[in-house]
């Protein structure tokens, strides 16, 4: 059984930083494209960040900058480290696996950022 577990998330000062972390067991990493997503209340889910099988990278306008997204296959693992970080980052955050070539997909169960005083 394929599964996404996120942590990190927490209550962080804006300009502070948070990174988060997402395990993925019994799925091979090397043939999926991995993302972050976030949703805020009453808003719909957006991609904050992607980085494919090759390692390219994509990140949502609103975030370029401050966040980077990393794997390490070997560990099965994605990572957003979070710079800067703003109240309007302030979401759930989830993490995505999509496989390279086929459509199909598994989703974390999504782990809490605050940006707060």
């Known amino acids: 059984q394929v599964q996404l577990v996120e942590s990190g998330g927490g209550l962080v000062q804006p300009g502070g930083s948070l990174r988060l972390s997402c395990v993925a067991s019994?799925?091979?990493?090397?043939?999926?494209?991995m993302a972050w997503y976030r949703q805020a209340p009453g808003k719909q889910r957006e991609l904050v960040a992607e980085?494919?099988?090759?390692?390219?990278?994509i990140y949502a306008d609103s975030v370029k900058g401050r966040f980077t997204i990393s794997r390490d296959n070997a560990k099965n693992t994605v990572s957003l480290q979070m710079d800067s970080l703003k109240p309007e980052d302030t979401a759930l955050y989830y993490c995505?696996?999509?496989?390279?070539?086929?459509?199909?997909?598994?989703w974390g169960q999504g782990t809490q950022v605050t940006v707060s005083e």
């Open positions: 019994e799925i091979d990493l090397n043939t999926y494209v």
């Open positions: 980085i494919r099988t090759t390692g390219r990278t």
């Open positions: 995505k696996a999509e496989h390279y070539r086929a459509p199909v997909n598994f």
